[in-house]
């Protein structure tokens, strides 16, 4: 059974820090493209990061690019989302996926398992 479990969201004032892990379980996860995803509220699903299998090349979101840096730990089995310079618009649930497709993986129908989500609450 694949399991993503998220940690590591909470209550953070803007311009600070944040570092999301996900750990992994129930799959190969050397040979899986992991992502970074958020709901705010009231708004749909957003692409935020991914990182992919092998070589491990990213892509960001433009929204965050130069803020936020997603990274894997196969050795682990974790991918972790380093969340700096914090503005409240990144107020969201934020999930992190797992897929077997090639190449950056920027939607969520790419995807084949997800975790439950952790909250993350940037205040102004």
């Known amino acids: 059974q694949v399991q993503l479990v998220e940690s590591g969201g909470g209550l953070v004032q803007a311009g600070g820090s944040l570092s999301l892990s996900c750990a992994a379980s129930?799959?190969?996860?050397?040979?899986?493209?992991m992502g970074w995803f958020r709901q705010p509220p009231g708004k749909e699903r957003e692409f935020v990061a991914t990182?992919?299998?092998?070589?491990?090349?990213?892509k960001y979101a433009d929204s965050v690019k130069g803020r936020f840096t997603i990274s894997r730990d196969n050795a682990k089995n974790t991918v972790y989302l380093q969340m700096n310079s914090l503005k409240p618009e990144d107020t969201a649930v934020y999930y992190c996926?797992?897929?077997?497709?090639?190449?950056?993986?920027?939607?969520?129908?790419?995807?084949?398992?997800w975790g439950q989500g952790t909250q993350v609450t940037v205040s102004s």
């Open positions: 990182v992919t299998w092998g070589a491990g090349n990213t």
């Open positions: 996926a797992a897929g077997q497709a090639a190449g950056f993986l920027t939607t969520g129908l790419n995807y084949d398992y």
């Open positions: 129930g799959l190969t996860f050397s040979r899986y493209t």
